[in-house]
């Protein structure tokens, strides 16, 4: 086993075992404020924002008048500014430029202001079953308290912090936003817990597999409307209009439109992005993310599929680099934690 797949799986495993953390400063942080800044949230996300709860956080898509998905982000509604509401959105770093120029090109003469905090702050997940009391232990801060996916603004020796239940593991964790000067103390400190481990974007990528998570560029890209991702509780449709909507409920009648599926292959081989999908001899979907599966000691995979082939128990072929491998349609998420 090549030395730097050995250290993924060690990470991985620590992950699934006891806690990790995480390096995601990169990903982007707008912050958003002014007397219609609930309102157009709203309109330009697919899950309903207006009437969250201070505290709360919700997962959503960005899309296009088209339907096609910009992003899938993290909507946080955690406090007040001069009166009015403040949100934060968590953005891939990837689409950072491009949900910064369609957001501003939506304001028009709204009463909203989008601030770029993300060179400003660093974010730091820690994940594990152990995660939680670490936190509460290093930075004293009481997470049991902490629905998953709520947030609270947060200090520690002084370094003003935002703690939130999330994380892109499968697992419980926090993720903590501290601003770019503070985030060395922050990180050192935790990584003085027994236990305690770093870990890279390589073990990210299989705990989030497992776990289904889809990861832009992937399994979500503007060519793929929300209706086939098989992310319904991220698409709010009742008694609300927003950007994308009349295309997300047409696609949501094709029934000729390919379906995110997961899959279990066959051997200990595993596809890879672009891999074909087949039905006896008839190619009918590709792979989107496929990786050996640490937790389950399989290979696993996602990847969009024609609907008449997405039963589970369904039995296809992959393409594996020029051999057809047996696979077969498994329920997702493929790991869920006790």
Known sequence: MPIQYKSIIDEHQATRNSATLFDVSHMGRFVFSGSDVESFIDRMTTRKVAGMAHGG????????????????????????????????????????SKLWDWLHSNVASLDVTIHDATTETAMIAIQGPTAISVVNQHLN????????????HAEFDSVPLTVSRTGYTGEDGCE???????AEKIWTDLMT????????????????LEAAMPLYGHEL???????????????????????????????MSDDAAAVRVGLSLDGRRAAREESEVYHND????????????????????MGYVHPSATKIGTELFIDVRGRKIPAKIVQLPFYKRK
């Open 176 to 182: 903590i936003v501290v601003t770019a000067d503070a």
């Open 282 to 301: 008839e190619k009918i979907g590709i792979i989107t993310s496929g990786t050996f599966s640490p937790t389950l000691q399989t290979p696993i995979a």
């Open 193 to 208: 817990h027994d236990g305690v481990s770093a870990a890279g974007l390589g073990a990210r990528d299989t705990l989030r």
């Open 57 to 96: 956080i919700r997962y959503s898509l960005v899309c296009n008048s088209d339907g096609g998905i910009l992003d899938d982000i993290l909507v946080y509604r955690l406090g007040t500014v001069d009166g009015g509401d403040q949100f934060t959105m968590v953005v891939n770093a990837s689409n950072r």
């Open 141 to 152: 801060i009481d997470v049991n308290s902490l629905k998953y996916f709520t947030g609270c």
């Open 221 to 251: 890209s503007e060519s793929i409307n929300p209706a086939q991702t098989n992310l319904r509780f991220a698409i709010s449709l009742k008694e609300r209009d927003f950007v994308g909507k009349n295309s997300i409920v047409a696609a």
